[in-house]
């Protein structure tokens, strides 16, 4: 079955950086695009970036453009979330996504951005 598993959160002082990882598993990975989403505390949940299947083209939502890259390795079934500059509003928990006919989500992975 597909299987979706984050990775790399934790706590991170305001301008630092994290990478967050995504292990995928159960289906085609590089035939699939990808992408990320987050939950902020009291927020609803929305897209962050998203990778086409061989990585050529990827969308950012218009405010983090220019401190996240999304990236991925087909060998490794593995998305990445290069992020930079992190300000305390990237708290969040942060998901994987994929939709094969239905959509599937990894359990997600906290990041705290705080000093």
């Known amino acids: 079955q597909v299987q979706l598993v984050e990775s790399g959160g934790g706590l991170v002082q305001p301008g630092g950086s994290l990478r967050l990882s995504c292990a995928a598993s159960?289906?085609?990975?590089?035939?699939?695009?990808m992408r990320w989403y987050r939950q902020g505390p009291g927020k609803e949940r929305e897209l962050v970036a998203t990778?086409?299947?061989?990585?050529?083209?990827?969308n950012y939502a218009d405010s983090l453009k220019g401190r996240f890259t999304i990236s991925r390795d087909n060998v490794q079934n593995t998305v990445f979330l290069q992020m930079s500059s992190l300000k305390p509003e990237d708290t969040a928990v942060y998901y994987c996504?994929?939709?094969?006919?239905?959509?599937?989500w990894g359990q997600g992975t906290q990041v705290t951005v705080s000093s």
């Open positions: 996504n994929t939709v094969i006919y239905v959509a599937y």
């Open positions: 159960g289906f085609a990975f590089s035939s699939a695009t």
């Open positions: 990778i086409s299947s061989t990585g050529g083209r990827t």
